[in-house]
């Protein structure tokens, strides 16, 4: 057995996780980017370099049989170790690498920080980004995320915290909706029109309509929804008035400033990460792309 482990062809150990990871010979051909005839070929070399059978060959394909799952964990290390392997032969060993978990608003996240990360995947492929999209904070102390763009200061004195810009919310229409039903003159006249806001989660818009003098209430919104792509969604089909980020409606034509005077909301963005991010290469050079990208687009 020493002897086989010294002389084993590590491509035949590859095509036999691949196998089992995906199924059959078809996909696991696809996935190593070789023919389904070559890929069998070095199944059934793996199998006389063994002596035994790894397979139950049946009409509907390779079936793994039980000498094949016993000896799949320490096969699965192997393939493991070697795609390390070559990757740091092949690429620059002091490069950051792993995991990093961010998190963010829907609106933000989609429009704004994967356009950014995007970038950061080209310059550094050996990072791995995970995105918790989502309207509720996560705990960064509690390493729900490694980093988190907000849109109000952090309560937690320990985290890290940058602020990078401002957003700006306003009261929009569509044209074909103000052409039926008329452009408000006043703050007040809200109240005659189809008002697009929240559902259940109303905290942050009331915030928004006390400071200017207006009461809030569940029957003030013909259209609810605490999704803030639905409410731009809805605001576009011409439902309604509604609050929209003004960077996501600037080159539409379409889409028509209600109350500018009247009703202009600016919200801080921060850029916050874990305390451990001076001490991670990787989670510093996420953070400081998502700052930088966040700094050139909200001058």
């Known amino acids: 057995m020493a002897d086989l482990a010294h002389s084993l062809d590590w491509s035949l150990l590859r095509a036999f996780v691949a196998v089992i990871r995906h199924g059959s010979l078809s996909a696991a051909a696809r996935a190593l980017r070789l023919t389904q005839p070559t890929l069998g070929r ?51 060993p002091d490069a950051p690498s792993g995991t990093v978990r961010l998190s963010s608003s829907e609106i933000i996240g989609t429009r704004v920080l994967v356009p950014i990360l995007g970038d950061l995947a080209i310059s550094h492929p050996e990072i791995e980004i995970e995105l918790s999209i989502s309207n509720t904070y996560e705990n960064l102390l509690r390493r729900d995320a490694d980093i988190a763009v907000r849109l109000d200061r952090p309560a937690q004195e320990e985290v890290i915290a940058q602020r990078v810009g401002e957003l700006e919310v306003g009261m929009f229409a569509s044209r074909a909706y103000l052409k039926r039903r008329g452009m408000p003159s006043s703050l007040t006249d809200l109240g005659q029109h189809r008002m697009i806001g929240p559902d259940q989660d109303q905290r942050a818009m009331s915030i928004i309509m006390e400071r200017r003098g207006l009461p809030l209430s569940r029957g003030l919104f013909t259209f609810r929804s605490d999704s803030r792509l639905a409410q731009e969604a809805a605001v576009r089909a011409g439902i309604g008035i509604g609050p929209i980020r003004t ?48 700094r050139a687009r909200f001058k």
């Open 42 to 92: 070095q199944v059934r070399a793996l199998e006389e370099q063994l002596g035994e059978a790894l397979f139950d060959r049946l009409p509907s394909g390779l079936r793994p049989n039980a000498r094949a799952m016993a000896l799949l964990a320490q096969a699965e290390a192997m393939d493991q170790a070697a795609a390390e392997l070559s990757t740091a032969l092949a690429g620059n």
């Open 247 to 294: 960077f996501e409606v600037e080159d539409d034509p379409e889409m028509v400033r209600v109350l500018p005077q009247g009703f202009v909301e600016r919200l801080p963005i921060w850029v916050t990460a874990h305390p451990d991010m001076r001490h991670a290469r990787r989670l510093r050079v996420v953070y400081d792309a998502v700052v930088a990208g966040f």
